[in-house]
Nanobody, 119 residues
Framework: QVHLVESGGGLVQAGGSLTLSCAAS????????MAWYRQFPGKQRELVAT???????TYAESVKGRFTISRDRANHTMYLQVNSLKSEDTAVYYC?????????????WGQGIQVTVSS
């Protein structure tokens, strides 16, 4: 079994910064693409950023230049540095990680972490 645990969320003032972390644990053989999503109240989850096994990244237009995704492959951990936060960034943030265990691989999700930006 694989577990993803997010940390680093909380309450921050507009213009501030946070670093979200997502750590995977279990009998992990390898990981591939990792991603951060967020969900606003009453809305569907939306993709924020992705990072591939080779380090290629993509970002939603709304966060380009403010958010940075990174990963520590050896420790099966990824990060989302969020800068210049706006009130509209307030959401629950989820991490997703493709993980290979034994002979199978699939996406796993974290439990979500709240980020609240006060104006």
């Amino acid at each position: 079994q694989v577990h993803l645990v997010e940390s680093g969320g909380g309450l921050v003032q507009a213009g501030g910064s946070l670093t979200l972390s997502c750590a995977a644990s279990g009998d992990i053989l390898s990981t591939r693409t990792m991603a951060w999503y967020r969900q606003f109240p009453g809305k569907q989850r939306e993709l924020v950023a992705t990072i591939t096994a080779t380090g290629s990244t993509t970002y939603a237009e709304s966060v380009k230049g403010r958010f940075t995704i990174s990963r520590d492959r050896a420790n099966h951990t990824m990060y989302l540095q969020v800068n210049s936060l706006k009130s509209e960034d307030t959401a629950v943030y989820y991490c997703k990680m493709w993980v290979m265990i034994a002979r199978s691989g699939r996406d796993y999700w974290g439990q979500g972490i709240q980020v609240t930006v006060s104006s």
